[in-house]
Nanobody, 125 residues
Framework: QVQLVESGGGLVQPGGSLRLSCAAS????????MGWYRQAPGKQRELVAA???????YYADSVKGRVTISRDNAKNTVSLQMTSLKPEDTAVYYC???????????????????WGQGTQVTVSS
């Protein structure tokens, strides 16, 4: 089993920045696909960004240009750097990982093996 723990959430003013991190532990042999999702109150969970294999990245249109996903394989972590935050970015952010290379269609629907518990991001003045 793989355990994922997110950190870095909090309260930030509009226009501010946050960096979320997700640390993996447990039976880690190889992690190929990593993703960040979010779920706002009353809304469905949505994909924010994903990184597959050696570095292919995917970003939701709503965050393109404001968010960067990166991975550190040596530390088994995936990070999400968010800038120019907006109130509509307020949500619980989850990281998810899979040992296999997943297709974008699978990633979009959240078809990944392991999930963290989430970290709250609130953008408000």
């Amino acid at each position: 089993q793989v355990q994922l723990v997110e950190s870095g959430g909090g309260l930030v003013q509009p226009g501010g920045s946050l960096r979320l991190s997700c640390a993996a532990s447990g039976s880690i042999f190889s992690i190929n696909t990593m993703g960040w999702y979010r779920q706002a109150p009353g809304k469905q969970r949505e994909l924010v960004a994903a990184i597959i294999g050696g570095g292919f990245t995917y970003y939701a249109d709503s965050v393109k240009g404001r968010v960067t996903i990166s991975r550190d394989n040596a530390k088994n972590t995936v990070s999400l750097q968010m800038t120019s935050l907006k109130p509509e970015d307020t949500a619980v952010y989850y990281c998810a990982e899979d040992s296999r290379a997943k297709s974008i269609s699978a990633i979009l629907v959240g078809n990944l093996e392991y999930w963290g518990q989430g970290t709250q991001v609130t953008v408000s003045s």
